[in-house]
């Protein structure tokens, strides 16, 4: 079983458009992130949830929306996509102090804006 | 906030060589500091980590030591494998709730 999972691995798209990149962790975290990894690998935070919670919004356009149905569920929606927004979307979870700390990481969603 | 200054690359070596990646951080409090791998066309993998000063991480091979008083986690490796090559990241993870990388090190190993 896949501890984090998102879906799609591999996304192409047209400007303009809007797509969802889905995460699920079968990990019992209370915490989970998004990162964005650019093209010249450097990754960065962009969101984190603590229990459905928003705790963490970095510098991010209004265009990227996170939402959390559940606390094994962060979700990332993307309106009106730019070609900048072409890059490598990491799904994240971290449980709490008393089961460690390590933060693992999805398979990552490739987005190609076209 | 909390940084990471991880050694330039891309780094070239033969099979079998001593890989050295250095990795200094800044944070606030008490950080944790980890080691991620991404190969080729791959996600993020733990590769180690150390919670406290003077912890070893250690997998696969690779290991790195927390110095908090040269606020160091280097890593190293005694003997390369062409399958190590690979993206590798430095980590810390401070007071806040995330996870601060440095820049990658790319190291190609050659057979």
């Known amino acids: 079983d896949t501890a984090v999972s998102q879906t799609p691995k591999y996304l192409v798209t047209q400007m303009g458009n809007d797509k969802s990149i889905k995460c699920e962790q079968n990990?019992?975290?209370?915490?989970m992130y998004w990162y964005k990894q650019d093209s010249k690998k450097f990754l960065k935070i962009m969101f984190s949830y603590n229990n459905k919670e928003l705790i963490i919004n970095e510098t991010v356009p209004n265009r990227f929306s996170p939402k959390s149905p559940d606390k094994a569920h962060l979700n990332l929606h993307i309106n009106s996509l730019e070609l900048g927004d072409s890059a490598v979307y990491f799904c994240?979870?971290?449980?709490?102090?008393?089961?460690?700390?390590?933060?693992?990481f999805g398979e990552g969603s490739w987005l190609t804006v076209v | 906030g909390d940084s990471v200054t991880q050694m330039e690359g891309p780094v070239t070596l033969s099979e079998e060589a001593f890989l050295t990646i250095n990795c200094t951080y800044t944070?606030?409090?008490?950080?944790?500091l980890f080691w991620y791998v991404q190969y080729p066309g791959e996600g993020l993998q733990l590769l180690l980590k150390a919670t406290k000063a003077d912890d070893k991480g250690s997998n696969k091979g690779f290991e790195a030591t927390y110095r908090k008083e040269t606020t160091s986690f280097h890593l190293e490796k005694g003997s390369v494998q062409v399958s190590d090559s690979a993206v590798y990241f430095c980590a810390v993870q401070g007071g806040s709730e995330k996870l601060v990388f440095g820049k990658g090190t790319k190291l190609t190993v050659n057979p």
């Open positions: 994240a979870s971290r449980g709490d102090g008393r089961s460690g700390n390590t933060i693992y």
């Open positions: 944070a606030t409090g008490y950080p944790s």
């Open positions: 990990l019992g975290h209370d915490t």
